[in-house]
């Protein structure tokens, strides 16, 4: 089965915190492989700081740490579907996004040039305010800038998705309203179930839906139930959600694995992968729809926006 995670910080833990091995992460080569997640997403976070940090070298830091995934076995794919071949013959893969759109505060250029690094997502931002617009996660009812949305139409002529984890509503909604292709949520769970201002209501999930874009469901205990408690069975919860508003095709996988502190119960690392399969396949989803949790959708996603 073709398996892939559209969001991890694992680039940030060992370029930054010099993490390293199975003990110190929740994504290595090997847990890849023993989990058989086929696609891996490597984010290029900006730093807690945001544009007051040293966003420059926090990414340089992350990209520092590529050539080590790649020495260990790992192939970097510039496209999804260029990783099906690779994992039909055994093979892992990843790809890049960014988590932060200061790095394309210094102009329009910067989408480009990080599209040539093999960039093919972006989170507008983290939870922070940036020349780009605000955090779900700050309470401001502004929409994206008018700079945000030239970055956004940017982004989308030159083929990478816009993905609005962190992004708040207004800024979400100027996407549909304003620009031409659907963006993806990366890593974000469903409000209807857990308060957190980061979930997404069933409003935009259902505009996810009608406009064929794509959201990563994520094992951040905190997101998935209010008081943090949560197994397997809990992520479920939220994909069942998402079935259930007609989203069924549009699901993923967005683990933030090595970004979050505390992981779902029996679902500590991407090693353990299979065990969310299992549990879905309990629920009752057949192997085709499981097949399009694991990364069909995906690929199916990244065909509907490719320009």
């Not at 989170?123 to 502004?142: E, V």
């Not at 030239?150 to 816009?162: F, L, S, T, Y």
């Amino acid at each position: 089965m073709f398996i892939a995670d559209t969001h991890s910080d694992t680039l940030y833990a060992m370029g930054v915190h010099h993490r390293r091995g199975d003990d110190q992460l929740m994504i290595t080569p090997e847990k890849l492989r023993r989990g058989g997640v086929s696609l891996q997403t490597f984010a290029l976070w900006t730093g807690s700081k945001g544009n007051r940090g040293d966003v420059a070298g926090i990414v340089s830091a992350e990209l520092s740490a590529v050539p080590e995934m790649i020495a260990a076995g790992l192939r970097q794919v510039d496209d999804p579907s260029e990783a099906v071949p690779v994992a039909e013959a055994g093979g892992n893969c990843f790809m890049l996004s960014v988590e932060g759109g200061e790095v394309f505060e210094a102009g329009l250029h910067t989408v480009a040039e990080y599209r040539a690094k093999g960039v093919r997502m972006a989170a507008l931002l983290w939870n922070n305010d940036n020349a780009i617009g605000f955090p779900a996660k700050g309470g401001s009812t502004q929409g994206l800038t008018a700079y945000g949305l030239q970055v956004v139409r940017e982004m989308q002529r030159v083929g990478m998705a816009v993905d609005t984890s962190h992004l708040n509503e207004a800024g979400f909604w100027d996407i549909f309203a304003k620009t031409n292709l659907p963006p993806l949520a990366s890593h974000s769970c469903c409000k209807a179930l857990c308060g957190h201002a980061r979930n997404l209501t069933d409003a935009q999930i259902r505009r996810m839906i009608a406009d064929g874009g794509y959201i990563g469901v994520n094992f951040y205990p905190y997101f998935l139930h209010d008081d943090g408690r949560a197994d397997c069975d809990t992520i479920a919860d939220h994909i069942d959600h998402i079935c259930q508003l007609g989203g069924a095709e549009i699901i993923g996988f967005g683990s933030d694995f090595d970004g979050i502190e505390c992981t779902p119960e029996g679902l500590p690392d991407a090693a353990h992968l299979p065990k969310l399969l299992d549990t879905l396949r309990r629920r009752g989803f057949d192997e085709e729809t499981l097949a399009g949790f694991a990364g069909k959708n995906l690929l199916r996603y990244f065909e509907r926006i490719r320009v």
